[in-house]
């Protein structure tokens, strides 16, 4: 089947090659993020707007945080490469899945919510970001702009391979409708209400700090439409995306709070949100599992 398309017919071009350039502009994606934590994690104050935001980065909390992420990222550069290539197909599915699902919870918000932000940003004028947050402008551009990139490879080039391994996994598994599932759906819908809320009104709705331009705003109305997604259209596909980002928006906005203190609300439903995440996906594959069309990774 590779070989196969690979070649191809002349005027089309080829699944394969579809995918090589995929794979490829997603590499790239990846390398300028690496470039600057290594560097930071170096010692480095580039793409810091002073010196007291580079020194900030020699603390614990944020030389973990980097030695954190740039492992996700060198993670996110083996997964978009399994994907690709016919080898990807010897990888245990679950290992590929998992990690298409964490992505999926991380970078969705961002690849939906950053276009939109950004245009809204140009309507109501100034910076997408605050300027008091350490960062040169150009540093947010790289790396979300990155982001948005490595979400989009990385979620299409598992949709391929899906689509060629399991080819009826998307077709399969439905929520039960079961006590404890539709609790965690009702629970689900509020915390992706909540977001709506936060994008909204901010500060005035106990929204977490920090999120106060019109691009950042835009993220938490993106990670809101997700995660409503994700639990309402009767879609594998988008409950899989829904219930990722249904689990990690909780913990981000907490991490990323303002000196590493969340507000109550914002701790309280992060919490509880990330628990009904959790259920969703739990009842999500068992469906899957259970369900006659589905095809065991």
């Not at 949709?159 to 998307?170: D, F, L, V």
């Amino acid at each position: 089947m590779w070989r196969e398309g690979v070649r191809g017919h002349r005027g089309r071009v080829p699944i394969a090659r579809r995918r090589l350039v995929l794979c490829a502009a997603t590499l790239l994606a990846c390398a300028p993020y690496l470039v600057l934590k290594i560097a930071w994690l170096a010692g480095s104050s580039v793409g810091m707007a002073s010196g007291a935001a580079g020194a900030e980065m020699h603390d614990h909390r944020y030389v973990v945080g980097n030695l954190v992420t740039v492992a996700m990222d060198l993670a996110a550069v083996a997964l978009v490469l399994a994907l690709t290539f016919p080898w990807g197909r010897r990888v245990p599915g679950w290992l590929l899945a998992g990690p298409v699902w964490v992505a999926a919870g991380l970078l969705a918000p961002i690849a939906v919510g950053l276009p939109v932000g950004l245009v809204l940003q140009a309507l109501v004028g100034g910076a997408p970001a605050p300027g008091d947050n350490g960062l040169a402008g150009w540093v947010y551009a790289v790396v979300y702009g990155g982001f948005v990139l490595q979400g989009v490879g990385i979620l299409g080039a598992f949709w391929w391979h899906a689509s060629e391994r399991w080819p009826a996994w998307w077709r399969a598994g439905r929520l039960p409708a079961r006590p404890a599932t539709i609790a965690a759906t009702v629970a689900a819908v509020g915390f992706g209400g909540l977001h709506l809320a936060w994008a909204v009104a901010g500060s005035a709705a106990a929204a977490p700090g920090g999120f106060e331009t019109a691009a950042q705003r835009a993220y938490l109305g993106a990670t809101g439409v997700l995660i409503l997604a994700g639990v309402v259209l009767d879609r594998a596909a988008i409950a899989w995306v829904g219930t990722a980002v249904t689990v990690f928006a909780g913990p981000t906005k907490i991490l990323l709070a303002h000196d590493g203190r969340p507000g109550a609300v914002v701790l309280a439903t992060g919490l509880l949100g990330t628990v009904a995440g959790l259920w969703l996906v739990c009842s999500l594959v068992r469906s899957s599992v259970r369900s006659p069309r589905a095809v065991l990774p």
